[in-house]
């Protein structure tokens, strides 16, 4: 079948039918990212078929009810909090931008940057001098090729994150700065060795686009002086534990005296 830059495509035999965006088509490759879950494959030809209307209309009702779904939950009436900020990076601008709007719609206030995943580490540091966020996330794609759950060479971004994780805790202490780091089938485990907070993805799974913004939130609209619920976060994360984990982790919100 004849495949476009920009098409909707799914992968033949994907039991989750996840909507694909075609970026490139190259000597018979085509390169897709998904539409609304942070993964990125490239197939053959003949391993995909245009997306159905059905097909595409399902994944988009999923995505509009899990928006509505975080934001049906109101902020505080009263205004003698500050909540925490967030410094979002991802190397996927079309995720980026809804979780912005995510970000905005709870009230929450964000700096979103576009980076490539191996651009992060060398820019992180001088980023948080500028901005001074409380909460950082650090996400885009990844992928585990399932050749050996242990050895980072077996994920194509994983390593990336990591470096970044790295040069934020050697300015910042996890009691300054929350990091939140990872993306589809990141080496949950190595992130979390390494200094994020919370991290994907526990059970090598691929996550939605909302789900590192969703641990930011509950974050950011958390005590200082409360650890805290990722159990609550993950009631809104459709894989829920599968996909997020991470540790004992105050939030940034402070009420005024």
Known sequence: MAVAVSDLVVVIGDPQQIIYVVEKVDAGKIY?????????????????LPATPQQIALEQKKTEAYFQNITSVRRKRNKNYLLGTILHIDGDKKYLDKCLELYKAVGIFANGITLDEDEIAGKIQSLIYELAPDIIVVTGHDVYNQQGIKDLNNYSNSYNFIKSVRKIREIKSRTDTTIIAGACQSHFEALIANGADFASSPKRINIHTFDPAVIAIKTATTSFSKIVSLSDALRYIDKGADAFGGIETYGKMRLFL
């Not at 897709?32 to 995909?48: D, N, P, Q, T």
């Open 32 to 48: 897709i990212s998904g539409l609304h879950y942070r993964i990125r494959k490239i197939a053959a030809e003949s391993e995909v």
